[in-house]
C-alpha cells in the first residue's frame, strides 16, 4: 500500500510538471469574469486521502475492563453502585456478610499473636545464647519456629488481601482485635460501572462476580473491512468520526478474515483525550491515509477534464492559466489533488471550470466535460 502510494505519488508530480511547463492562458476581464458567474477562492492544503467509509464500534481495551467479584461465600447484603455510575478507585461496590471472611480474620489474628510470642522468645533466647547459657541447638531450633510464625502471619495476612481487605482494614483489624462481619468490597478503578451481575440478598459462592467496570481513559475503534479492501488500509491511517471531533489511529489489522461475512478486524486507538462516545456505540466512521506530500483540496466543480487528464484554472492579472493536476482521490463534493500549486498566492475557479474550458479549448461554453 505504501509502495503504490508513493509510485503514484511521484507519477502524479512527474505528469503535472509536463503538463504544466505548457500551461496556456485564458485572457479574461473582470466584467467578463462576473458576467460568467465565475467564482474564485483559495487552494487548501490537506494530508489526508479518504479511503472508505465504515461503520465502527467503541470497545473498551481488555486490559481496562474488570469483573469485581467476591472471593468469600455469604449473603449480598447491599449493592452500592448502580449501571452507569461513575467510580473512584477504592470506593465501595457492595458489602458481604461472610462467615469465611471472620473465619480469616480470626485466622490473622491467631497468627499475630503467634509471630507476636515468639518475637519476645527469639530476643531472649537470643541473648542467652550471645551469653553462652544456652545450647546452639536449641537457638536454632527458636529461630525455626520464629521463622514460622513470620511466615504464617504472612500468609494469613495475604489471604485478606485476597479477600478484599485493604492495608489499612488489616492494621485496624490488628491494633483492635475486632472482627468485622461483613466484607467491603472496592472497586479496582477509577471508570464506570458497564454491567450490575447480581442482586441484593443473593447467596453468592466464591469467585462470584458482581459487576463488570470499565477505566474510560483510553478507548477503541473496532472495524469489519470487507478483505478484498483490506489492501488499501495500513497501520498509521487516521480514523475521525461523523459529527464528532475524536480521532483514531490504526494500530491493528487482522490477520484471519470472518467466515460468516468475509470481513477483517480492524482496530484504531482513540487519541482524543476525553471523547464524547460512550462505550457500545456504533458510529459512521472515516478512515484517511497520511500522505508524506502535501496535497490540495478543492470542489469537484473546480476541476476540469480533457483527453483523461484533469486541470484546473489559476487567477493571474490578465485571466487564468491552466495547470494540470493529479486527481488522488474523491470524496463527495471534493478532490485530493497534486500538482504545482502555490496555496499563498493561487486562486482558483470553484465553479464554472466548464465554461473555461470551453474557451480555453474554443469549443463555447456549451461544451461539457469530457
Excluded at 171 to 187: A, V, Y
Excluded at 256 to 266: C, E, F, H, Y
Excluded at 342 to 362: E, F, P, Q, S, Y
Aim: charged fraction near 20%; hydrophobic fraction near 45%; proline fraction near 4%.
Amino acid at each position: 500500500m505504501k509502495f503504490f502510494l508513493k509510485n503514484l505519488f511521484l507519477y502524479a508530480f512527474w505528469a503535472t510538471a509536463s503538463l504544466a511547463s505548457a500551461g496556456e492562458h485564458i485572457t479574461i476581464t473582470q466584467q467578463q469574469l462576473q458576467n460568467l458567474n465565475i467564482k474564485l477562492d483559495k487552494i487548501h492544503t490537506t494530508r489526508d486521502i479518504p479511503l472508505l467509509s465504515v461503520p465502527a464500534t467503541v470497545v473498551v481495551p481488555p486490559d481496562r475492563e474488570f469483573i469485581v467479584s467476591s472471593t468469600q461465600p455469604g449473603l449480598v447484603s447491599q449493592l452500592l453502585a448502580a449501571v452507569g455510575d461513575t467510580l473512584v478507585k477504592g470506593q465501595p461496590l457492595a458489602r458481604i456478610k461472610s462467615p469465611g471472611f471472620v473465619v480469616l480474620q480470626k485466622q490473622f489474628l491467631d497468627a499475630h499473636k503467634q509471630h507476636s510470642y515468639y518475637r519476645s522468645v527469639y530476643q531472649r533466647d537470643k541473648q542467652l545464647w550471645q551469653q553462652g547459657v544456652i545450647a546452639e541447638r536449641r537457638w536454632q531450633n527458636t529461630r525455626k519456629l520464629y521463622s514460622e510464625t513470620i511466615n504464617a502471619e504472612n500468609e494469613a495476612r495475604q489471604l485478606l488481601v485476597i479477600a478484599g481487605m485493604t492495608d489499612k482494614a488489616i492494621e485496624q483489624l490488628r491494633r483492635s482485635g475486632r472482627l468485622q462481619t461483613e466484607l467491603l468490597i472496592l472497586s479496582p478503578v477509577s471508570g464506570v460501572v458497564l454491567q450490575r451481575m447480581t442482586v441484593a440478598g443473593a447467596l453468592i459462592t466464591a469467585p462470584a462476580p458482581l459487576y463488570r467496570v470499565a477505566s474510560l481513559e483510553q478507548l477503541w475503534l473496532e472495524m469489519h473491512i470487507p478483505q478484498e479492501r483490506i489492501d488499501r488500509i495500513q497501520a498509521g491511517d487516521r480514523v475521525t468520526i461523523a459529527d464528532s471531533s475524536t480521532v483514531a489511529t490504526i494500530s491493528l489489522l487482522g490477520q484471519n478474515v470472518n467466515m460468516r461475512n468475509q470481513s477483517v478486524l480492524v482496530r484504531a486507538v482513540i487519541d482524543t483525550p476525553q471523547p464524547d462516545l460512550r462505550v457500545g456505540l456504533t458510529v459512521d466512521s472515516r478512515i484517511f491515509h497520511v500522505a508524506e506530500q502535501q496535497l490540495f483540496k478543492l470542489p469537484l466543480a473546480a476541476i476540469a477534464k480533457h483527453e483523461g487528464q484533469a486541470y484546473i484554472f489559476v487567477r493571474t492579472e490578465q485571466g487564468f492559466v491552466v495547470k494540470a493536476v493529479q486527481v488522488i482521490a474523491d470524496e463527495q463534493a471534493h478532490a485530493i489533488v497534486s500538482g504545482d500549486l502555490h496555496v499563498d498566492r493561487d486562486m482558483v475557479a470553484i465553479n464554472g471550470a466548464v465554461t473555461l474550458k470551453g474557451i480555453w479549448l474554443g469549443l463555447g461554453e456549451e461544451e461539457g466535460e469530457e
